[in-house]
């Protein structure tokens, strides 16, 4: 049974920083495409970034160069590195496998998704 645990999320001032954490089991993350997505309140899930099988990322333009995705493979683990926050960054954020690496969709492998993580961006 594929699990992701995603962590690492909290409330956190405009232009900080935090580091989200996404724990696979049930799937290895180096064989997919893996993503980064988010949901903001009365908002669709969208794709924010993407790591793909050799290592290439991709970003959402709302989030380029703000936001870098890596992925540790021994540890089974994909991370997003935020920084610069925004309070337009709030949102829970979530972790799959991308079903469809060649378009910026939000088609997922998997179609059970963790309990994500809160980001909160105040003053």
């Known amino acids: 049974q594929v699990q992701f645990v995603e962590s690492g999320g909290g409330l956190v001032q405009p232009g900080g920083s935090l580091r989200l954490s996404c724990a696979a089991s049930?799937?290895?993350?180096?064989?997919?495409?893996m993503g980064w997505y988010r949901q903001a309140p009365g908002k669709q899930r969208e794709l924010v970034a993407r790591?793909?099988?050799?290592?290439?990322?991709n970003y959402a333009t709302s989030i380029k160069g703000r936001f870098t995705i890596s992925r540790d493979n021994a540890q089974n683990t994909v991370y997003l590195q935020m920084n610069s926050l925004k309070p337009e960054d709030t949102a829970v954020y979530y972790c799959?496998?991308?079903?469809?690496?060649?378009?910026?969709?939000?088609?997922?492998?998997?179609?059970?998704w963790g309990q994500g993580t809160q980001v909160t961006v105040s003053s």
């Open positions: 799959n496998a991308d079903a469809d690496p060649l378009r910026w969709t939000t088609k997922t492998v998997f179609s059970s």
């Open positions: 049930g799937m290895i993350v180096s064989v997919y495409a």
């Open positions: 790591i793909l099988r050799g290592g290439n990322t």
